[in-house]
């Protein structure tokens, strides 16, 4: 039979959905920043684009055949989508940690939150922010906390040596500077 004729079924939509794994530790250490912007999305979602497409569905649902309806397809499919990113968003809300990296501003340790400079052996110097697994984006220099670059960089301060295994056995890197957002102004 061809795949154009089999049901979908809700447990095709949860495949994203084991990603939810908290990460080693059993945590999911996100900043303050990251799980507002993630609580964004989801109440988007749920008050703004959601109730749109139902209505929409209603809409090309009340206008007979639905079998070739581009609108209720189309319309339930993303219906599909939207429920399937709420509850992975739901789910990792529920789990996360949040934490403010402006405690250690001054530091020269490195952890959660941390922008680090490194160089590496062959003298090249990179600039990385550490963030939460939800929220860390490799095109503006973040990266993951559970990254193996990361991982290598955490608990080490300015100046210290930090081996990074590779694919090629490992690599040495020194950390040249370390710094923390400020803490925002005190309300009055």
Do not use: C
């Not at 090249?124 to 503006?140: C, F, K, P, W």
């Amino acid at each position: 039979m061809s795949k154009a004729f089999t049901r979908e079924t809700d447990s095709d939509d949860d495949d994203d959905l084991s990603s939810v794994a908290p990460a080693p530790g059993g945590k999911n250490y996100i900043t303050k920043h990251g799980y507002d912007r993630l609580r964004s999305e989801l109440f988007s979602l749920i008050d703004d684009e959601r109730p749109k497409i139902v209505e929409i569905v209603h809409w090309a649902a009340s206008n007979g055949d639905r079998s070739e309806n581009g609108d209720y397809l189309y319309g339930k499919k993303r219906l599909r989508e939207i429920d399937r990113r709420i509850r992975f968003l739901t789910q990792r809300l529920e789990i996360a940690e949040v934490v403010d990296p402006s405690l250690h501003h001054g530091g020269d340790h490195v952890f959660f939150g941390a922008t680090v400079t490194y160089a590496d052996e062959a003298g090249s110097t990179t600039t990385v922010t550490i963030l939460g697994v939800d929220e860390a984006d490799s095109a503006q220099g973040q990266i993951s906390w559970i990254s193996p670059v990361a991982r290598a960089l955490l608990k080490a301060r300015v100046g210290d040596i930090v081996r990074l295994v590779v694919p090629g056995g490992t690599q040495e890197l020194e950390i040249l500077e370390v710094s923390y957002p400020a803490a925002p102004p005190a309300l009055a």
